[in-house]
């Protein structure tokens, strides 16, 4: 089923549960970002969906029926890799956002989120940024707290001051060009110092890295 709005971003919301999806509608709906809204019951209607209608950004849960929210993620990354997905989900485990991720999801979010912060969302990864908001951050600084022996146990390098503004502004969901510009340095020097501190901290990716900060307590400045 559609609802139909101004011109803006095509939208695909998969949930289950009708009242749900009518509901993230009705407040897409307020938002001026909206345009068509797409809705689907499962992975495979949602698919079925994108093969036909042009879609630019899939909000998905991950408890659905059949191919579930992770499974249909994947496929969606894979056969349509221009559709922005974020995960609007009732899960808020720590492991739940890893896996999203590792199959491509642009942001996760739980449905507790308020209607400005689900917008800020939105621009964010439609401006292909990171944007991480402060519940999930709650989960990964728990993650953390509770799985320290998940991490190295080998003494890490010391983080430089500017690594660590680089850092910072990466948790922010700067771009490389975003964080050049505000520290005076090209993109490329962003791009090597963020390389640097992957090695220097024995991580792989964001989530790992904030990880490291939190247990280091490299929060601020």
Excluded: W
Aim: net charge neutral.
């Amino acid at each position: 089923m559609m609802v139909y709005g101004h011109t803006g971003l095509n939208i695909l919301l998969v949930d289950d549960l009708s009242l749900v999806r009518k509901g993230v509608a009705a407040l897409l709906m307020e938002l001026p970002e909206t345009g068509m809204i797409h809705e689907a019951g499962d992975g495979l209607e949602a698919i079925a969906l994108l093969t036909r209608e042009s879609v630019d950004l899939v909000l998905i849960e991950l408890d659905i029926p059949g191919i579930d929210g992770f499974a249909t993620t994947k496929i969606i990354k894979k056969e349509f890799p221009a559709v922005k997905v974020i995960a609007l989900t009732s899960h808020n485990d720590f492991n739940s956002m890893l896996q999203m991720n590792a199959y491509g999801s642009d942001c996760f979010l739980m449905k507790s989120i308020s209607l400005s912060d689900l917008q800020k969302a939105i621009q964010a990864v439609m401006r292909n940024e990171k944007y991480i908001h402060k519940d999930v951050i709650k989960i990964l600084a728990s993650s953390v707290l509770n799985n320290n022996k998940e991490m190295s146990t080998q003494q890490p390098k010391p983080v430089s001051e500017m690594e660590k503004k680089i850092m910072l502004y990466i948790f922010e969901g700067l771009t490389a060009t975003q964080i050049g510009e505000k520290m005076n340095i090209s993109p490329k020097t962003v791009e090597y110092h963020k390389a640097a501190l992957y090695h220097k901290t024995g991580t792989k990716n964001n989530i790992d890295l904030f990880r490291f900060a939190v247990k280091n307590n490299i929060t601020k400045l």
